[in-house]
């Protein structure tokens, strides 16, 4: 994913200085909060927000996908709005975001209070005390004079994580005075950097494991290709990114656009999903293609959008979806930010990435609730909970925010690092056969989430985590206090126990003090899977399972 998808084409040159408008005094604390039309949850995250802009300009929010981000900052604007009239007449609230559905989504929000829109091809309004802005027309060379000399003592910056990008740090020099909130569900950069340079604290909700278990997101049942596929394999052994750091898509394309993988794909929707309403995310416009004309030729009412799709077409498509005359949309780089369908039952994750946000906004479109469904469907395709976990998995979002990089132990909040990739031996894949087979890593029943796959690993591994140094590998606990130095070339995750460890090119496995149980003499030994896991003593031997008491068995 690219990070910065804006390209801002702001005044560069020597400008006139104009003086900063000190804000406003106001005890937020102390605001008249109308707290009509939330949940007790955004309620309380919105009083929180105003307590630190008690003692700090600078806030970022963090909400999971789904949880009612634009609700909440909806309603700050008529706290705020009410206030302004009363006490600092010529204030104005900025909201700010960098894509149209972003923009229509936060106009939508606002309902009747009346607000201007500064976006390319719509009439400015300026007057009116709240504005709905794309970064790229606010800082575009037309525009920027204009404004920069308005006066926005409340800028709420949409899909914050974006903020790092130079349009929105100028908003920083434009308007020093201004109290800044930055909303995002993902509070996460490819680089690892964090955001302490722009906002001074960040006020976390609850986990989506919360959401779920109280029926405020989907139950949901992911199912995902096999950590020891050959997929996986193939994923895991792509070398080349792009600037952001995430694969090239022209790499991806490449390996992945391929008759027998799409079968595949067609083939785990046709088993978990067929005639239910959902999306595909694809790697680039042809592969798109060739997955759209693959489920149509099998009867699915599909289609396909990306970034050249013409917006009447783009609006018609999306009609017709949410109508459910159209069953599956694939799309581009589209629906990842500001798309609002909550009765989509499943999406299909088809392209990788090493974006933990990418991952998080994608799957976050199935897990919105809807009074037409019971849960969800995530089909995982590309293994990406092999890399990020789960979607219940504990995010670490405040060691994001500060930006710890990877050589401290960083990891994407599953309680794993997933930089680790499954991987233990040089393959050459085969998918003659196409038997990628899928399998269920957590289900709901009975209106509870059930982990399957990670039922003996995903608690332990909140304990134990496995962490990469210097290019190895070694143990910490969840306090990252390091129990083994990482002097190993891999790791497996900890389970029960045991921790399958490689050394000078051959597997052993060890205790969680880092005790050696068994000596490190096989080819491979594979992470335990439901107290199951692979061995191969030898390259050329077949494989056979030991059970987690470390016992062979058939």
């Known amino acids: 994913m690219n990070e910065d998808p804006m390209r801002e084409s702001y005044l560069d040159e020597e400008v006139d200085v104009v003086q900063p408008f000190e804000g406003p005094e106001i005890r937020f604390s102390h605001i008249e909060a109308d707290d009509s039309g939330l949940r007790p949850y955004q309620a309380n995250i919105k009083k929180q927000v105003y307590d630190l802009w008690d003692k700090i300009d600078n806030v970022m929010l963090q909400m999971p996908t789904g949880t009612g981000k634009t609700i909440v900052f909806a309603s700050i604007v008529h706290d705020i709005l009410k206030w302004c009239r009363n006490h600092s007449k010529d204030s104005k609230i900025l909201i700010i975001a960098h894509r149209k559905e972003l923009i229509d989504q936060a106009s939508n929000k606002l309902g009747k209070l009346s607000h201007g829109i500064i976006q390319s091809g719509k009439p400015q309004q300026l007057s009116l005390p709240v504005q709905v802005a794309s970064i790229q027309t606010f800082m575009s060379r037309r525009n920027y004079e204009t404004m920069r000399r308005q006066r926005f003592d409340f800028i709420i910056i949409d899909e914050a994580h974006h903020s790092l990008a130079p349009g929105y740090q100028k908003l920083w020099d434009m308007f020093p005075n201004s109290k800044k909130l930055g909303v995002t569900a993902t509070p996460w950069r490819m680089s690892h950097s964090g955001f302490t340079s722009l906002f001074g604290d960040i006020v976390l909700s609850r986990s989506i494991e919360w959401f779920v278990n109280n029926g405020y997101l989907s139950n949901y049942d992911y199912i995902s290709i096999n950590r020891d596929s050959e997929l996986q394999h193939e994923i895991n052994s792509i070398e080349r990114y792009g600037a952001d750091g995430d694969y090239l898509e022209a790499e991806l394309s490449n390996l992945f656009d391929k008759d027998k993988i799409r079968a595949e794909l067609y083939k785990s929707y046709k088993q ?42 783009r609006k018609n498509l999306i009609d017709a979806f949410k109508a459910g005359s159209v069953e599956v949309i694939v799309n581009v780089n589209i629906f990842s930010e500001g798309f609002d369908c909550p009765d989509i039952e499943f999406v299909q994750l088809a392209r990788p990435t090493k974006s933990l946000a990418l991952y998080l906004q994608q799957i976050g479109r199935a897990l919105r609730i809807s009074d037409n469904k019971m849960s969800s469907i995530i089909l995982d395709n590309v293994g990406l909970y092999n890399r990020f976990g789960t979607p219940m998995a504990n995010r670490r979002w405040r060691y994001h925010f500060l930006g710890h990089d990877e050589g401290e132990g960083y990891n994407d909040g599953s309680g794993v690092n997933r930089d680790i990739v499954f991987d233990a031996q040089e393959r050459e894949p085969d998918y003659s056969e196409g038997n990628e087979e899928m399998v269920v890593v957590e289900h709901t029943n009975g209106g509870k989430q059930i982990r399957t796959e990670d039922a003996n690993n995903a608690v332990a591994l909140g304990e134990y985590n496995i962490f990469r140094k210097g290019g ?36 052993g496995i060890m205790l969680k003090n880092g005790t050696v149980k068994v000596k490190p003499k096989y080819f491979y030994i594979g992470p335990f899977i439901e107290g199951v896991a692979k061995v191969q003593n030898r390259e050329n031997d077949p494989f056979y399972y030991i059970n987690d008491k470390l016992e062979r068995i058939e």
């Open 472 to 507: 190895l590998y070694g143990v910490c606990d969840h306090n990252n206090r390091t129990l083994v130095p990482p002097v190993y070339e891999d790791m497996q995750p900890y389970c029960n126990g045991y921790i399958p460890f490689k050394q000078n090119g051959k597997w």
């Open 272 to 313: 978990f999903a067929k005639g239910k309403k959902g999306i595909v995310y694809a790697i680039d416009r042809r592969h798109a293609a060739n997955i759209t004309e693959l489920y149509s030729v099998n009867g699915v009412k599909a289609c396909m959008i990306d970034g050249t799709t013409p917006a009447n077409e």
